[in-house]
């Protein structure tokens, strides 16, 4: 449990490497809900990095 914890928080690097990647999101075919994919993309990031956040903090307080 303890080795969990140490690594737990690189988890956080996941949406910042998603993030980083900008060549395979940026175009706008398809559309998600009226919104070019750029857009989409980073706004479900945005809700993911929040989630990944929350377990991060919940795994280091246990």
Same mark, same amino acid.
Do not use: D, E, K
């Given at each position: 449990?303890?080795?969990?914890? *140490?690594?737990? !928080?690189? @988890?956080?690097?996941? =949406? /910042? ?9 940026? *175009?706008?075919? !398809?559309? @998600?809900?009226?919104? =070019? /994919? ?25």
């Amino acid at each position: 449990m303890r080795a969990l914890r *140490r690594w737990l !928080p690189l @988890v956080l690097l996941i =949406p /910042f490497a998603a993030l980083l990647c900008v060549p395979f999101y940026n *175009r706008t075919q !398809p559309t @998600v809900a009226g919104f =070019p /994919f750029f857009y989409a993309w980073q706004f479900a990031w945005v809700v993911l990095a929040a989630v990944l956040t929350w377990i991060v903090h919940r795994g280091w307080r246990a």
